[in-house]
C-alpha cells in the first residue's frame, strides 16, 4: 500500500484507545481500502490516483477515529456484574443461618467463603479481559487437558466422597468437575469448525463421556451432556444433522435403559423407586424427599420462628431449601428471579453477537448455568432425583463457584468485544 493510505490508517487509528480495536479496525479499513482503490483501477485510474479516491472516499481520518473509537471501546456489562455480586452475598446467608440456629460454627466457613467470594470475583474479572477469540484454535488443547483430568482422577484418586474419587495435593483437589470449563471450551471450537466430521465429533464425545462415567460422576456427566448436545444444534452442522445426531443416542439411551433395568443392583433400584413412590420407602431412599417436603410445608412466606430443625447438606447441595426453610418463600422466590436473570441476560447477549464463536460459547454458557440451577431446584421441590449438581453462587465450596466465575467471565470476555468482529460492516 503507498504511504498515503497507510498515514490514513495510522491517523485514524491515534484515536482509538483499545488495542485490540486498534487491530481489528486497521485491518477492516486496509481491506475497504483495497477493494475501493482496486475498483477506481479498473475505472482507469493509475495506482496512485486510485489510491487518493479511495482515501478521500474513506472521510476525514479525525472524524472516522474518533467514531470508531465510541463504536469499539471495550464495555462491561454491568448487569451482570451487579447480578454477580448479588448472587456471591447471598451465598453467604445459608452460613449465617446455620450458625444462628446452632447446627455449625460459621467462623471458619465464613472465612472460607469469603476467599472463595473473592477468588471467584478475582476470576472472573481476570477471565472478562482475556481475548476469547484467542481460545478458538486451542480445541484440540482444551479437550486434551480435560481429558488428562479425568483419567488422573479416574486411576490416580486418593480420597473419596460420596462415592466420587477425588485427587487430593496439598489445599488443592481435583475433581472431575475441573474437566467440565475445558471441555467447554473445546466444543465451542470443535462445533464452529465446519471442516470436522461427524464421525469425529462423535468418537471424541463418547471417549470423553466414557471417563465420565468410568470415574463415576454421574451428575458430571449429565451436565457434559446436556451441554454438548444444545450446542450441538448452534454448530456449524446445520439443524437436519442436529436432529439426526440427536435422535439416534436418544432412541439408544431409551432402549439401553430398557435392557439395563434388570440389570439393576438393589440399592440402585430402592434410590428410583424411593424418587417415584417416596411414601412407601419413607424409612429408606424416600425419607429425603419426604423430609424437603416437610421442611417446606413449614417455611412459610418469611421461614421458621422459634427452633429450627436440622437439614443435611443444607450449605452444599441442599441450600436452596435450607433458604427457603430459614427464611420463606419470599426469599427463594428473589433468589430465583435473580438466577433466572443471570440466564436472561446471557440469552439477550448470545443475540447481540455477531461472531458465530462467540455464540457458542453463551449458549454453551447459558447450558452449563441453566442445567445446574433448574435441577437444583427441581430435586428440592421433587422434579428430579437428588443427587450432588449445585445451585450456582449459592452453594459452598471452591470448584462450584469457580467454575460458574469462569463462565461469567466467558459471558463478559464476549460481550466486552462484542463489536470485534470482521464481517465488513466498516465504511459499508
Same mark, same amino acid.
Given at each position: ?57 474513506? *472521510?476525514?481520518?479525525?472524524? !472516522?477515529?474518533?467514531? &470508531?473509537?465510541? $463504536? ?6 454491568? /448487569? #451482570?456484574? %451487579? ?118 465429533? *462423535?468418537?471424541?464425545?463418547? !471417549?470423553?463421556?466414557? &471417563?465420565?462415567? $468410568? ?6 456427566? /449429565? #451436565?457434559? %451432556? ?139 454458557? #447459558? ?62
Amino acid at each position: 500500500m503507498i504511504k498515503k493510505g497507510e498515514r490514513f490508517l495510522e491517523e485514524v487509528t491515534n484515536h482509538i484507545k483499545s488495542k485490540e480495536a486498534k487491530k481489528f479496525v486497521a485491518a477492516e479499513l486496509q481491506f475497504h481500502l483495497m477493494k475501493t482503490k482496486n475498483s477506481w483501477i479498473e475505472k482507469g485510474l493509475n495506482e496512485e490516483e486510485a489510491e487518493e479516491q479511495a482515501v478521500a472516499q474513506m *472521510g476525514s481520518p479525525v472524524v !472516522l477515529g474518533q467514531e &470508531l473509537n465510541k $463504536l469499539h471501546r471495550p464495555r462491561i456489562d454491568w /448487569f #451482570i456484574v %451487579i447480578l454477580l455480586v448479588a448472587a456471591m452475598g447471598l451465598g453467604f446467608l445459608p452460613l449465617v443461618a446455620l450458625g444462628n440456629a446452632g447446627f455449625m460454627d460459621t467462623g471458619y466457613f465464613l472465612v472460607n467463603k469469603i476467599v472463595v467470594v473473592l477468588l471467584g470475583i478475582a476470576g472472573a474479572f481476570g477471565m472478562a479481559l482475556v481475548d476469547y477469540r484467542k481460545f478458538e484454535k486451542l480445541g484440540w488443547l482444551f479437550y486434551l487437558v480435560g481429558t488428562l483430568i479425568l483419567l488422573l482422577v479416574s486411576y490416580t484418586p486418593n480420597i473419596f466422597m460420596n462415592g466420587v474419587p477425588y485427587i487430593k495435593i496439598g489445599p488443592v483437589t481435583i475433581e472431575s468437575l475441573m474437566a467440565l470449563p475445558f471441555f467447554f471450551l473445546a466444543w465451542a471450537s470443535f462445533f464452529n469448525n465446519s471442516s470436522l466430521k461427524v464421525w469425529k465429533l *462423535g468418537m471424541l464425545f463418547l !471417549l470423553s463421556l466414557y &471417563l465420565f462415567l $468410568l470415574i463415576p460422576n454421574l451428575p458430571a456427566a /449429565f #451436565i457434559y %451432556i446436556v451441554m454438548v448436545f444444545v450446542m450441538l444444534w448452534w454448530s456449524r452442522l446445520g439443524r437436519k444433522r442436529a436432529l439426526v445426531i440427536t435422535m439416534v443416542p436418544s432412541c439408544l439411551f431409551v432402549i439401553g435403559g430398557l435392557l439395563l433395568w434388570s440389570t439393576l443392583k438393589e440399592y440402585q433400584l430402592q434410590r428410583i423407586l424411593g424418587y417415584l413412590h417416596p411414601e412407601k420407602y419413607a424409612d429408606g431412599a424416600g425419607y429425603m424427599y419426604l423430609r424437603l417436603k416437610e421442611l417446606l410445608s413449614e417455611a412459610g412466606w418469611f421461614g421458621v420462628s422459634g427452633q429450627a430443625e436440622f437439614l443435611p447438606a443444607a450449605h452444599t447441595d441442599l441450600v436452596f431449601a435450607s433458604l427457603t426453610y430459614y427464611y420463606g418463600y419470599s426469599f427463594a422466590l428473589i433468589l430465583v428471579l435473580i438466577l433466572v436473570f443471570f440466564a436472561a441476560r446471557m440469552l439477550v447477549i448470545s443475540q447481540q453477537v455477531k461472531g458465530h464463536y462467540g455464540k457458542l460459547l453463551l449458549v454453551g454458557g #447459558i447450558t452449563l448455568f441453566a442445567v445446574q440451577f433448574i435441577y437444583n431446584v427441581g430435586m428440592i421441590i421433587g422434579f428430579f432425583p437428588i443427587t450432588s449438581i449445585s445451585l450456582p453462587f449459592i452453594s459452598y465450596g471452591l470448584m462450584p463457584t469457580m467454575f460458574n466465575a469462569f463462565l461469567m467471565g466467558i459471558v463478559l470476555s464476549v460481550y466486552r468485544r462484542k463489536n470485534l468482529y470482521s464481517d465488513g460492516a466498516i465504511c459499508r
